[in-house]
């Protein structure tokens, strides 16, 4: 029944469940996973309310032009960004990611307005957009120890731009910021869908600060063109470190990549490029422009780009830090299987958290799941029990060597964990199609991150991926 309902909205076609409890939830974000969410929720016989601080719907996926991005809420999108998974693999599980009349790129790897011409038809199908309150950002979450129901506050940016009113709920008229008006509600459950590639981790340079060069983050990259006969050293060879190196040589002088998993005497150009190379890790930066590599190596370098990667904030969470979660060293404490936190489950739950996983598809299960846990459909263990697995998966990190930054990376089992989550909540599973074609799509990449966008040999999976579809098609 569940697939069937991909065909319409799923008020309209699914029988609809007859829940144990019909909750008043509140979302946090209408990205892909908060829309997921909105969408579980509803189905489950929920009244999702989702709070978005921007003023569409799409998170990572909305692009914002340089003069746009001041603020740090912005996206991390960058102009030329095209999917780094086939789009058979990224979309969610009913709901294909096809390449249809009205697409903006109908290639296989598509540029990111596509993929938010996507999440669009996926809130237009599911009838989601008229559950979201725009240019609404949640300010705090506090915990009501009485009944153990949630209070949300959230800031009306839409009345700042109207000259005030707006929005609905209690008004509680005690704004820090001019114009901007708080208010407050009542819920009695709490989504986090808010994203995790916002707020950037910038690696540590010895010396750093008297080096007189300019640095940024990946965050606020756009363009190539500010780089124009430039000398850049980028941290980070890994997605975002990969494609924008090879964007800049375009127009850059020299471009160094540094890669902390290469040897310290690595230093090798790439081929195909008169002006990139791949280098150790940054050791240190000096007073007289150089960065020097591990190998003593160095170069003038007149900018350097940290493609490093970005940290895990829950500020709406801040007053109740260390009663409710901390977060140390990217490690979200406690969480059990990356969703809930045991001592307020399930009234408390956070989507979409772990990476080097397929999004869309994990958020979907993880909805489905919270969902179902929500309404009593689903049981969820003791408390203590849920301890005692967030104390084993620590334990088993640590004798894999794992740092405890990678927490919540789910690079060798994130099918087991999708597996599990389908398992507790009567969603279908992801398609072993799916499966092997992510494993083929990350192989390539590794192999030919030139090519790996344009040429591939999984034919027989597409062709097994395009067969399945047709089941989702009117
Ligand atoms: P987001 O998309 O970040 O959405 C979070 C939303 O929460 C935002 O709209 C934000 O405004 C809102 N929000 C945050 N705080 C508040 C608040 N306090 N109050 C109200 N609203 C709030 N994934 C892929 O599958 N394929 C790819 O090719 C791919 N490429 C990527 C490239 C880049 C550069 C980046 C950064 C990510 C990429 N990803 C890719 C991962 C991508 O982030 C996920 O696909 C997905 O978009 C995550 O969705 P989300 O809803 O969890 O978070």
Same mark, same amino acid.
């Given at each position: 029944? +569940?697939?069937?309902?991909?065909?319409?909205?799923? +008020?309209?076609?699914?029988? %609809?469940?007859?829940?144990?409890?019909?909750?008043?939830?509140?979302?946090?974000?209408?990205?892909?996973?908060?829309?997921?969410?909105? +969408?579980?929720?509803?189905?489950?016989?929920?009244?999702?309310?989702?709070?978005?601080?921007?003023?569409?719907?799409? $998170?990572?996926?909305?692009?914002?032009?340089?003069?746009?991005?001041?603020?740090?809420?912005?996206?991390?999108?960058?102009?030329?960004?095209?999917?780094?998974?086939?789009?058979?693999?990224?979309?969610?599980?009913?709901?294909?990611? !096809?390449?249809?009349?009205?697409?903006?790129?109908?290639? &296989?790897?598509?540029?990111?307005? #596509?993929?938010? &011409?996507?999440?669009?038809?996926?809130?237009? &199908?599911?009838?989601?957009?008229?559950?979201?309150?725009? +240019?609404?950002?949640? %300010?705090?979450?506090? *915990?009501?120890?009485?009944?153990?129901?949630?209070?949300?506050?959230?800031r009306n940016?839409?009345a700042a731009?109207? $000259?005030g009113g707006?929005g609905?709920g209690a008004a509680a008229d005690d704004a820090g910021e001019a114009g901007e008006e708080e208010q407050e509600?009542?819920?009695? /459950?709490?989504?986090?869908?808010?994203?995790?590639?916002?707020?950037? @981790?910038?690696?540590?340079?010895?010396?750093?600060?008297?080096?007189?060069? =300019?640095?940024?983050?990946?965050?606020?990259?756009?363009?190539?063109?500010?780089?124009?006969?430039?000398?850049?050293?980028?941290?980070? /060879?890994?997605?975002?470190? $990969?494609?924008?190196?090879?964007?800049?040589?375009?127009?850059? @002088?020299?471009?160094?990549?540094?890669?902390?998993?290469?040897?310290?005497?690595?230093?090798?150009?790439?081929?195909?490029?008169?002006?990139?190379?791949?280098?150790?890790?940054? #050791?240190?930066?000096?007073?007289?422009?150089?960065?020097?590599?591990?190998?003593?190596?160095?170069?003038?370098?007149?900018?350097?780009?940290?493609? %490093?990667?970005? =940290?895990?904030?829950?500020?709406?969470?801040?007053?109740?830090?260390?009663?409710?979660?901390?977060?140390?060293?990217? *490690?979200?404490?406690?969480?059990?299987?990356?969703?809930?936190?045991?001592?307020?489950?399930?009234?408390?739950?956070?989507?979409?958290?772990?990476?080097?996983?397929?999004?869309?598809?994990?958020?979907?299960?993880?909805?489905?799941?919270?969902?179902?846990?929500?309404?009593?459909?689903?049981?969820?263990?003791?408390?203590?029990?849920?301890?005692?697995?967030?104390? !084993?998966?620590?334990?088993?990190?640590? !004798?894999?060597?794992?740092?405890?930054?990678?927490?919540?990376?789910?690079?060798?089992?994130?099918?087991?964990?999708?597996?599990?989550?389908?398992?507790?909540?009567?969603?279908?599973?992801?398609? #072993?199609?799916? =499966?092997?074609?992510?494993?083929?799509?990350?192989?390539?990449?590794?192999?030919?991150?030139?090519?790996?966008?344009?040429?591939?040999?999984?034919?027989?999976?597409?062709?097994?991926?395009?067969?399945?579809?047709?089941?989702?098609?009117?």
């Amino acid at each position: 029944t +569940r697939r069937a309902a991909a065909a319409g909205s799923d +008020r309209a076609t699914m029988a %609809t469940p007859t829940p144990m409890r019909s909750l008043h939830v509140a979302v946090i974000g209408a990205g892909a996973a908060g829309l997921a969410a909105a +969408r579980e929720l509803r189905r489950e016989g929920h009244s999702p309310v989702v709070f978005e601080r921007g003023a569409g719907i799409g $998170g990572t996926w909305i692009y914002e032009p340089p003069a746009e991005t001041e603020d740090d809420g912005h996206s991390s999108m960058y102009e030329s960004l095209r999917t780094n998974l086939p789009r058979e693999v990224m979309g969610f599980l009913d709901f294909p990611f !096809a390449a249809v009349p009205g697409s903006l790129d109908a290639r &296989r790897f598509p540029r990111h307005e #596509e993929v938010l &011409r996507y999440i669009h038809e996926f809130a237009r &199908r599911f009838d989601l957009s008229g559950l979201v309150r725009f +240019r609404a950002e949640v %300010t705090a979450v506090v *915990r009501v120890l009485q009944d153990g129901r949630w209070t949300v506050r959230w800031r009306n940016k839409a009345a700042a731009a109207a $000259g005030g009113g707006g929005g609905g709920g209690a008004a509680a008229d005690d704004a820090g910021e001019a114009g901007e008006e708080e208010q407050e509600e009542a819920y009695d /459950a709490v989504v986090v869908c808010n994203g995790h590639y916002t707020k950037p @981790r910038i690696a540590d340079i010895p010396g750093v600060d008297a080096w007189p060069g =300019k640095q940024i983050h990946s965050h606020s990259y756009r363009l190539p063109d500010p780089f124009h006969d430039q000398v850049v050293v980028i941290i980070g /060879a890994k997605n975002s470190g $990969g494609d924008i190196s090879r964007e800049i040589a375009g127009v850059a @002088r020299e471009v160094h990549m540094a890669n902390r998993a290469s040897p310290a005497a690595t230093c090798e150009r790439l081929p195909g490029y008169h002006n990139l190379w791949l280098r150790s890790m940054v #050791e240190r930066a000096d007073p007289d422009g150089s960065v020097v590599f591990r190998d003593g190596s160095s170069v003038r370098a007149d900018v350097i780009m940290h493609c %490093t990667g970005y =940290k895990y904030s829950f500020p709406f969470l801040d007053q109740q830090q260390g009663r409710i979660i901390s977060v140390h060293d990217n *490690r979200i404490h406690p969480l059990y299987k990356h969703v809930f936190v045991p001592q307020l489950a399930p009234s408390l739950a956070f989507i979409g958290l772990p990476f080097k996983v397929i999004p869309f598809p994990m958020a979907q299960l993880q909805a489905s799941w919270v969902a179902g846990a929500l309404s009593g459909r689903v049981q969820l263990p003791s408390e203590e029990e849920m301890m005692e697995d967030v104390r !084993a998966l620590y334990a088993e990190l640590e !004798a894999m060597g794992w740092p405890v930054r990678y927490t919540h990376c789910l690079k060798h089992n994130q099918f087991e964990y999708d597996d599990w989550l389908a398992d507790q909540s009567g969603h279908a599973k992801v398609e #072993e199609w799916r =499966k092997s074609m992510y494993d083929a799509a990350s192989k390539k990449k590794v192999e030919c991150p030139e090519t790996y966008r344009e040429e591939w040999d999984d034919h027989d999976l597409m062709d097994q991926a395009n067969q399945d579809f047709q089941k989702y098609y009117c």
